[in-house]
């Protein structure tokens, strides 16, 4: 091999395994589902400046408590109105999740994978934070919201930013507090990563 052909194909090998490694971030990014961007539910500017060390071993599951949504238009208000409450009323620096699952069968971005949350005090810095919009004291969520949140929890793991082995919490576990709700902590406490 001449002096040039060495470096041209080393550079060429560098150039495939970049390529394969792009290939296979987008091929775990479409496993994960449809996740609706911030900007798509008119989110606003997130003032969070603290990250998560990932991949975290543990999600906290709660509810907010408040009006269920089962259409993109209505979660979509739902997000706003939680994300509203958190940051006028509460002061946060955005909505308190990583991210809102809708009754729509549609995930929400909140602060996403890489933000530390607001959602369960000296669990913000070690878990990711995912909600189901409504109150699930007396009701289910449907099933679509449900394979949502599994699929999401999937491609947490695909993503690296769940460890393989992450313990599934629900807020009640980790704080006083009725949330997830009766019927949906029922579910969760099914779920295989599940640990009170």
């Known amino acids: ?19 394969a490694l792009a290939a296979a971030k987008e091929e775990n990014q479409t496993c994960c589902g449809p996740v609706v961007p911030r900007r798509e539910w008119n989110a606003l500017p997130s003032r969070c400046t603290k990250k998560l060390n990932l991949p975290v071993a543990y999600v906290v599951v709660s509810h907010t408590a408040g009006s269920h949504c089962d259409t993109p238009a209505l979660c979509r208000q ?6 509203h409450y ?24 909140g602060r996403g994978w890489n933000v530390k949350g607001d959602h369960a005090s000296l ?6 934070g995912i909600t189901f919009m409504g109150n699930f004291m007396e009701r289910s969520p449907a099933p679509r919201a449900l394979r949502a949140a599994q699929s999401l929890l999937a491609c947490g793991v695909a993503l690296n930013a769940l460890t393989p082995d992450y313990e ?17 902590y029922d579910i969760i406490s099914q779920w295989p990563h599940h640990r009170e």
């Open 1 to 19: 091999m001449s002096r040039l052909g060495a470096p041209l194909a080393w550079a060429l090998l560098a150039l495939l395994a970049l390529l």
């Open 78 to 83: 739902q997000a706003q109105n939680v994300q």
């Open 86 to 109: 958190h940051t006028q009323n509460l002061n946060y620096c955005d909505v308190a999740y990583n991210f809102l699952i809708g009754e729509d069968g549609l995930v929400y971005e």
């Open 123 to 128: 669990w913000n810095t070690k878990a990711i």
């Open 168 to 184: 599934l919490k629900g807020h009640r576990d980790v704080q006083q507090t009725l949330s997830p709700g009766d019927r949906l």
